[in-house]
Structure formats: C-alpha cells, structure tokens
C-alpha cells in the first residue's frame, strides 16, 4: 500500500523538489493532487507524469486551459478551481500526506484544511505560522495532525532536538534555538547599495535556488525574521531563546545548544530535498539523491552577528513578535506587498523595511479570534499598504 500525497504549490521550487523525491520511491508513495497558479504548462506536464488524481488552477480560465492541455496528453486528471478547492484536495480522504508550498498567506487555508483533516502535514509554507501561529498549533493539537518542519533550518532544529520535544525546555536540559542565515546576497555591501539594490541582484541568493519571494527575503534578512516567528509556534519557545547567527556558507542548517554545552547541529549540501525527504519519511530515512557533504572542499564554516543596522526587517520581526496581537499577520501582510511593489521596480529595497515599519505604527495589531478574521486584517493591510504605495 503505498501513501498518498497531495502537493500545494506543485509548480514551485518546493513543489518540483518534492515531485523528484517521490519519484524516487514509487514503491511508498503516490500523488493524488498537484496545484498551481500561473504555471499551467508545468502542472499539465506534472499530471501526466505522475497520473494525479486531481489538479487545481485559481479559476475557470485556467481550469479551461488545464484541461484542454490534459485531453491533448490524454490524461484523466479531474481539474478543480479556486480556493475551496485547494482546501479540498488538502483533505481527501485518499491524502495521507499533504506538502504544504503555496507561497505566501494564500498558503494559510489549505494548510490549515490539512491540519483539520488530520493528515500529516509538511509544512514549507512559513507565512501559515507568521500569520496564525496560535490558531495554526491549536488546531495541530485538537486535531491530531502530524506536523514536520520542511524549512531547511527548522528542520535541522527538529532533528537536534530529544525526539520527544513538548516545548519544555528546562526538561530537556535546552538553552537555545540558534537559527543560522546565510546573511543573503547583500551581507557584505553598505546601506546605500543595499538601498538601491535590484531585483535581480536581490533575487541571486548565493547558496539556495528558491523562488523569488523567498528570495528577496532573503536579501533583506525578512526571511529569518519569520522564521524567528515560524520557531516560536513550531517549537513552543520564546523569541528571547532564539539566537540568530550568520553562517554564510549554508552548511549548518541550524543548532540547539544545551546545559550542558553541548551544540548539536544539523549539516548538508544546501538542497531543499534532504529536508523534504527527512519530513516525509521521518523517522526514516529515505534517499534523496543528494551529494554527500564533501569536507575536504569546505574552505571553512564562519559566523558573524546580524547587523540590525542595515537589515532593519529582522529587528521588525523580533518587534512585531514581542508586540503579540495581530503584529505578525501584519508584519507578513506589509512584506507581501513590499516584495511584489520591489519586484514591480515600484519601490526600491529600502521601500521594503520602510513599508513594514509604517505598517507596525499605524495599522491595527489587536488580537483575531479566528483564522476569517485573520484573512480579513491581511486583506485590509494589503489593500492599505498598496494604497500607501500608489500615494508616493
Ligand atoms: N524554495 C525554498 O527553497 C524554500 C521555500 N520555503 C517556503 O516554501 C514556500 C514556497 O516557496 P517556493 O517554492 O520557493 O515558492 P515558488 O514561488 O517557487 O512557488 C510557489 C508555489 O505557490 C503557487 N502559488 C503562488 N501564488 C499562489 C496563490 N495565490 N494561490 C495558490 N497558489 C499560489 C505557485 O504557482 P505557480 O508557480 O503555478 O504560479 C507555486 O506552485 C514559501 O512559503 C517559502 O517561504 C521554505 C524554505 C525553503
Ligand atoms: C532553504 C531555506 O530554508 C531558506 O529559508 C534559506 O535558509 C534561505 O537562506 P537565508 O535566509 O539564511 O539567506
Ligand atoms: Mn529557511
């Protein structure tokens, strides 16, 4: 009996990663649904490759074009739209596993359908937890969802900490969490060039091949300002027990340092395979075709401390964390829209933090109740950070 998996965001980075990981194991493993958004080429080919069940596109149009390109292939695939969809194939009864990799907050629904359904949710998807982390590791609990982290660093956490990790740290003798960050593709550049740094630059990470928003996160150390957040809710630890460290070779995926002085760490070829095979087998081990960390080629492991100076988005994080409410929905909502204005070339990267700042000292950060009313402050600071935009 092989499982069966249902992949959000197939046609992205994560997405193709873990299709050529379950290409590997036909003998564990069969896709019942794929998504996508805009690729379409991409999801017909993906379908016919792996004889999905389903497909999901946003809307008609694109269910159209789908299954026009479906019937050219002769393939039987059922092709379903928009949202609710996406929240569908995430609960199938047929789904054993569900890999969350929809970018962004639009992850948020049908992640959070996965957990309700009770599957065995891979979470790539970290905008899910800076949104909704309390509501998001409620409902993994209530629900009796199996969560595994599929980001790189804190997948590396996972695997350095007991096996059976309840959040309790003086149990378990740990001190810290130590995220690592490559420190992007502007470590090494001043302010003024960071300021008027471009797209294409931003997007040309030096260790990871990733997609672009991910990518300019990375540039403006935004991404380990969520995954600060991320560690918080998957871990059960306070952001004051969270160090982050520039490692800029990528090889340290990330550490926990105990009592006693031990640091165990977690270290690999930066490919996202090795972390997607981890969750989804786990605690197997399965292969990834991976190359082997080779350390006679290693010119050395350094580590520097963050300059908050010039990433200003990681110090946003650390405050909207510590702001509680709804800081983080807010934080996410503003750098959404920051990072597709600066990939438009409407704002420069320094329009980013600038945005985001604005956004902490004007919107509203009380409280939701509910994963709606989260959705809905989302939209809201959107539709104002967009205005905010168009108004300069
Ligand atoms: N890439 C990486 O190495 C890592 C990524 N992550 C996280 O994983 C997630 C995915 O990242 P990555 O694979 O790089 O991103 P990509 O941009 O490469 O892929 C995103 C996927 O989401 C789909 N998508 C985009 N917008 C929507 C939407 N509004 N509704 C539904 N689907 C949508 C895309 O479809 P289409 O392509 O068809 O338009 C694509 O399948 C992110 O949350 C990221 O932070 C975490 C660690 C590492
Ligand atoms: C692969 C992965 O998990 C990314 O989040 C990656 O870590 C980005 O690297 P930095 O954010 O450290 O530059
Ligand atoms: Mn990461």
């Not at 082997?292 to 290693?298: N, Q, R, T, Y």
């Not at 990072?339 to 409280?367: H, K, M, N, W, Y």
Request: some cysteine; overall charge negative.
């Amino acid at each position: 009996m092989t499982l069966g998996v249902t992949v959000l965001g197939a046609t992205g980075s994560i997405g193709c990663s873990t299709l050529d990981v379950l290409a590997l194991h036909p003998e564990r493993y069969h896709v019942v649904a794929l998504t996508g958004f805009s690729q379409l080429d991409r999801l017909a080919a993906q379908c016919v490759r792996f004889s999905a069940r389903f497909a999901v596109v946003p809307d008609d149009a694109g269910a159209r074009r789908l299954r026009t390109l479906l019937a050219e292939a002769d393939c039987a695939t059922e092709v379903l739209c928009g949202e609710d969809a996406l929240c569908r194939v995430a609960a199938l009864d047929e789904t054993d596993v569900v890999m969350a990799a929809i970018v962004g907050a639009a992850g948020l629904a049908p992640s959070m359908a996965a957990v309700r359904a009770g599957k065995r949710v891979l979470l790539a998807n970290k905008e899910s937890l800076v949104v909704a982390g309390a509501l998001f590791m409620r409902e993994v609990a209530r629900c009796g969802a199996t969560l595994l982290p599929v980001d790189s660093e804190h997948n590396a956490i996972f695997q350095s900490l007991p096996a059976a990790w309840s959040g309790d740290m003086r149990a378990a003798g740990v001190e810290k969490l130590v995220l690592t960050a490559s420190g992007g593709p502007f470590r090494t550049w001043g302010a003024d060039a960071i300021a008027r740094a471009t797209p294409e630059a931003a997007c040309a990470h030096p260790n990871w091949s990733m997609g672009r928003k991910i990518s300019v996160d990375s540039a403006s150390l935004m991404n380990k300002g969520l995954e600060l957040i991320e560690a918080r809710w998957l871990f059960d630890v306070p952001a004051a027990d969270i160090e982050v460290v520039v490692h800029p070779q990528s090889v340290i995926h990330s550490m926990v340092r105990y009592r006693d002085g031990s640091v165990i760490a977690e270290l690999g070829e930066p490919d996202m395979k090795t972390p997607i095979a981890c969750a989804l087998a786990w605690p197997e081990r399965i292969r990834a075709d991976v190359a082997p960390l080779d350390f006679m080629a290693l010119s050395g492991l350094t580590f520097e401390a963050p300059d908050l100076a010039r990433f200003p988005c990681l110090r946003l994080a650390y405050q909207a964390l510590e702001a509680g409410g709804d800081a983080t929905c807010v934080l996410n909502a503003a750098n959404e829209v920051a990072v597709a204005a600066f990939l438009e070339r409407r704002i420069p990267f320094s329009g980013i933090p600038a945005l985001i700042e604005d956004a902490l000292a004007t919107q509203d950060l009380i409280a939701s109740g509910s994963v709606d009313a989260l959705l809905a402050r989302d939209a809201e600071v959107r539709a104002w950070a967009w205005q905010r935009i168009a108004a300069c």
